[in-house]
């Protein structure tokens, strides 16, 4: 198949991609390794309600960050759509359907954090139990948002891979960039099957492992379209 010639809405959309991509991942880092990561202490829900009754807003601005985040990601995936629908239609809509799976995850563990928040804070219809049943089912919907994440990564895993072979088809970035995308997110991929079936497989590859490779192919890819754009395949085709 010969792909088109790339129209302004696809060089448009290209500069939100990247622009989309930046701003989600600094505003995720920042509210999990900057927020939430300081207020949960793992195993310890005595101490994590401690931690978040007393930084209450802190705490809720980090809810109100996962949403924007899901925000970021449905502006993503609507115009990573338009830059590649020209290569394959049917798989790149396919790829959006794989996104808002992900974002559906995110938006599960936000509610997770809301009623956590609700728990810690032992409202009136909760009087029934005591500090400690209260904490210890807190800390379970805290805890649940760790299987959440990893299933919401096994969509984000299939919808970059797809994303990255139409990267790769199309020609619009370079394409060791594109098999790179193609080979850290078919990883992701396959590390969270492995993970589902065997809960251990993390003391062999880490689980920081599972989605940075895909992560740096992200922010690769966000400035390489921020700065240079999209290469017209017609151009690639003469060169060669």
């Known amino acids: 198949m010969t792909i088109g010639l790339i129209d302004q809405s696809q060089r448009?959309?290209?500069k939100v991609v990247a622009i989309a991509y930046l701003v989600t991942f600094v505003t995720v880092i920042y509210i999990h390794y900057g927020i939430l990561w300081r207020l949960i202490v793992k195993n310890n829900a005595a101490e994590t309600a401690r931690n978040i009754l007393a930084h209450e807003t802190l705490f809720r601005i980090g809810i109100?960050?996962?949403?924007?985040?899901?925000?970021?990601?449905?502006?993503?995936?609507?115009?990573?759509?338009?830059?590649?629908?020209?290569?394959?239609?049917?798989?790149?809509l396919l790829a959006a359907f794989w996104w808002v799976v992900w974002v559906f995850m995110w938006l599960v563990m936000s509610l997770n954090l809301f009623d956590a928040l609700r728990l810690f804070s032992g409202t009136d219809s909760l009087q029934a139990f005591d500090a400690g049943q209260l904490q210890a089912l807190a800390s379970f919907y805290l805890a649940s948002n760790f299987d959440r994440y990893y299933v919401g990564l096994l969509f984000w895993g299939l919808a970059s891979t797809v994303c990255a072979c139409l990267w790769f088809k199309s020609r619009y970035i370079p394409r060791a960039l594109a098999a790179f995308g193609v080979i850290s997110s078919a990883f992701a991929v396959a590390c969270t099957f492995v993970l589902f079936i065997f809960p251990n497989f993390d003391k062999i590859v880490g689980l920081g492992w599972f989605d940075s490779p895909m992560g740096l192919f992200d922010i690769a890819l966000s400035f390489w379209l921020l700065f240079k754009g999209l290469r017209p395949p017609a151009a690639v085709g003469a060169r060669a």
């Open 12 to 14: 448009t959309a290209a």
């Open 64 to 92: 109100a960050g996962n949403l924007f985040f899901c925000v970021g990601v449905f502006v993503l995936l609507t115009a990573l759509y338009v830059v590649l629908k020209p290569v394959n239609r049917g798989l790149a």
